[in-house]
């Protein structure tokens, strides 16, 4: 795995230390999410470790909230970087958290983790107590409310607490530019419909969170954006991850796309397909998140 790191480091900024999950959902996104949440663990955990490592903390912390934890990828990683710690993971699914508790118990470590089902747009929060370091990978942009998100975050958060908030460019990209031979550009198309669509369902993807966190009364300490290419090492994994991706946009833009590239594209999902993806040798994983490091004073 290659990272390629961009750091923007404010003034005031601590040294930073060098070294995904989701809170609110429509129904139609539940299906096969969890697995994809696991696979996104297992082929971007090298990424996910080395945001964690590089939150400039002014000491270790103790309690920490995961904040949309989805099947626990941001759980078990701050885990692993600080192992006095305990995590309460948050999220809306009792599937995910399910799947959560029981890597939890296989890990050894269902002592330190408590899992809490809630939907973060409701207007009662749960009790997260005052936690030292709140982390949300890829999970605010699907709040309906998330500048009220934000404020109750700083509420919660011990003075001198951090906040780091994770943010996806948009969906992985899988495939060469030529591919497939009969449909060149499939994937750059499926993209596009499915950001179209996002634009109307969750405008804040994407989004530039400095200047919300700034409103919110966080002061600003680091942004770091990180740019992954994986190329086929891990292959049956990235196979795997690519077919569930691209079959969740599936399920929401089909309709948005012409009748040779909805071919094209269940052609690539087809497991049975002689052109199905997981018989490429040519996989890559590209993409790109920035995460912000924000301090409650």
């Known amino acids: 795995m290659r990272l390629s790191v961009k750091s923007m480091n404010h003034a005031h900024t601590h040294t930073p230390h060098h070294g995904a999950s989701h809170g609110h959902h429509h129904e139609h996104a539940m299906d096969g999410q969890a697995e994809i949440l696991d696979l996104d663990a297992e082929v971007l955990a090298e990424h996910i470790s080395s945001m964690a490592a590089w939150l400039p903390l002014q000491t270790a912390p103790h309690h920490i909230v995961d904040l949309g934890c989805g099947t626990g990828a ?19 699914s009792a599937e995910h958290l399910q799947r959560l508790r029981t890597k939890a118990c296989t890990r050894g470590v269902e002592e330190r983790v408590r899992t809490v089902q809630a939907d973060l747009d409701d207007d009662a929060w749960p009790d997260l107590g005052s936690p030292d370091l709140v982390w949300a990978s890829a999970s605010m942009h699907h709040m309906a409310h998330p500048d009220r998100a934000l404020r109750n975050v700083h509420d919660a958060l011990v003075p001198g607490g951090l906040f780091a908030v994770v943010e996806l460019a948009g969906h992985p990209r899988f495939l060469p530019e030529n591919a497939p031979e009969d449909r060149p550009g499939l994937e750059e198309r499926v993209h596009a419909a499915a950001d179209r669509r996002q634009v109307e369902h969750m405008p804040h993807r994407g989004a530039d969170w400095g200047p919300m966190l700034t409103a919110a009364g966080f002061t600003v300490e680091g942004e770091r954006a990180i740019a992954v290419n994986l ?25 948005r796309l012409s009748p040779e590239d909805l071919t094209a594209l269940d052609q690539l999902l087809d497991a049975s397909s002689p052109h199905s993806i997981l018989r490429r040798d040519d996989l890559t994983v590209l993409t790109e998140r920035t995460v912000w490091a924000a301090r409650r004073i």
């Open 231 to 255: 190329e086929g090492s891990r292959s049956e994994a990235i196979g795997r991850y690519a077919t569930g991706v691209l079959q969740r946009i599936r399920s929401v833009i089909a309709d």
């Open 74 to 92: 941001g759980t078990f990683a701050l885990l692993d970087r600080f192992p006095d710690a305990h995590v309460t993971a948050v999220d809306a």
